[in-house]
């Protein structure tokens, strides 16, 4: 397992962007498959996105595809997901996960598929 840490959520109005960073204690975070997940009140933890193992392949929900992106920088052993056009049902606590996981990143869309999970960050959109 790897320890993460996300940062960047916050207050926003619909149609913003905003971008979430998960930091992560292993310098060998390329051997990684990285995601996102969110969960809002009331409601199970959802599906976001993926990039998998080496970074070469991504995968999005079907809800957030065309307004969010996720990438990763290897030097900065980061992961961020870049969300724009933000909508208030994209209210949610996001939590970015990892696993050393070499399947597509198609293959990667359940949480049960990672073993590792930040504490997560909130991120509220008014509307």
């Known amino acids: 397992q790897v320890q993460l840490e996300e940062s960047g959520g916050g207050l926003v109005q619909t149609g913003d962007s905003l971008r979430l960073t998960c930091t992560a204690s292993?310098?060998?975070?390329?051997?990684?498959?990285m995601g996102w997940f969110r969960q809002a009140p009331g409601q199970e933890r959802e599906f976001v996105a993926v990039?998998?193992?080496?970074?070469?392949?991504?995968h999005y929900a079907d809800s957030v595809k065309d307004r969010f992106t996720i990438y990763r920088d290897s030097a900065e052993n980061a992961v961020y997901l870049q969300m724009k056009n933000l909508k208030p049902e994209d209210t949610a606590i996001y939590y970015c996960?990892?696993?050393?996981?070499?399947?597509?990143?198609?293959?990667?869309?359940?949480?049960?598929?990672?073993?590792?999970w930040g504490q997560g960050t909130q991120v509220t959109v008014s509307s």
């Open positions: 990039n998998g193992w080496t970074g070469s392949s991504t």
């Open positions: 996960v990892a696993a050393k996981s070499r399947l597509p990143a198609t293959f990667l869309g359940t949480a049960s598929s990672f073993d590792s």
């Open positions: 292993d310098q060998t975070l390329h051997r990684y498959a």
